[in-house]
């Protein structure tokens, strides 16, 4: 157990549909990444947060964003859904965030299905 | 072009042998981390094992070592007495100090299937 939690486990919705990932980072951790894993992509960094702002940004589409909270936990928001949509979502978090020798720990991941 | 790559798409390895899996990476920065994450067919990403570009040593977590060769652009992960429960995807993944500085870039992964 990485210690980071993520919910739901599993989330099936339609297409145009908008739905909301939840993230709680490690005891610690300031930082919160959000990764996306899918077949034909593979794992894509999408965003990450540091201690309620924005440090970076990756592959995210403008339909999606983010948020992090003044209890560290995140949200990455989905909306407009696509087929295209359906991955395994992973947050991540690391303790400071901006070293190259900043673990990052991976939560359980959320599966998004999108019919 | 590909900043980590992993060439093996699957390997087989026996039970009690050791297996080892490849990972050339591409970077002109000379601080970066490599790092090597596990992912079971349950699908959560387990950290393994980090080596740092100016550690002299290679890393070492109980069966899992790092073969850090900073001139060929390589850390292979060394895997001792492989076990029925390594098999499983594994990631080779880069962050650099520069840049988007913050995020990991992963290869494509290995597929190790441990046998009896």
């Not at chain 1, 908008?18 to 300031?30: A, E, I, N, Y």
């Not at chain 2, 390895?13 to 490599?34: F, I, N, R």
């Amino acid at each position: 157990d990485s210690g980071v939690t993520q919910t739901p486990k599993h989330l099936i919705t339609a297409t145009g549909q908008r739905v909301t990932l939840r993230c709680s980072p490690r005891s610690g951790d300031l930082s919160v990444y959000w990764y996306q894993q899918s077949l034909d992509q593979g794992l894509q960094f999408l965003i990450q947060y540091y201690n309620g702002e924005e440090r970076a940004k990756g592959n995210i589409l403008e339909r999606f964003s983010a948020q992090q909270f003044p209890d560290l936990h995140s949200e990455l928001n989905l909306s407009s859904l696509e087929l295209g949509d359906s991955a395994l979502y992973f947050c991540a978090s690391s303790v400071e965030g901006s070293m190259w020798t900043d673990t990052q720990y991976f939560g359980p991941g959320t599966r998004l299905t999108v019919l | 072009a590909q900043k980590i790559t992993q060439t093996q798409p699957g390997m087989f390895v026996q039970e009690k042998e050791a297996v080892t899996l490849d990972c050339t990476y591409d970077t002109s920065d000379p601080s970066y981390g490599l790092f090597w994450y596990k992912q079971p067919s349950s699908g959560e990403m387990i950290f393994l094992i980090y080596q740092g570009s100016y550690d002299q040593q290679n890393a070492t977590e109980g069966r899992y070592s790092l073969n850090f060769q900073k001139a060929r652009k390589s850390a292979n992960l060394v895997i001792s007495a492989s076990q029925l429960g390594d098999s499983a995807m594994y990631f080779c993944a880069m962050r650099e100090a520069t840049g988007t500085a913050s995020k990991l870039t992963f290869g494509t992964g290995t597929r190790l299937q441990v046998t009896l």
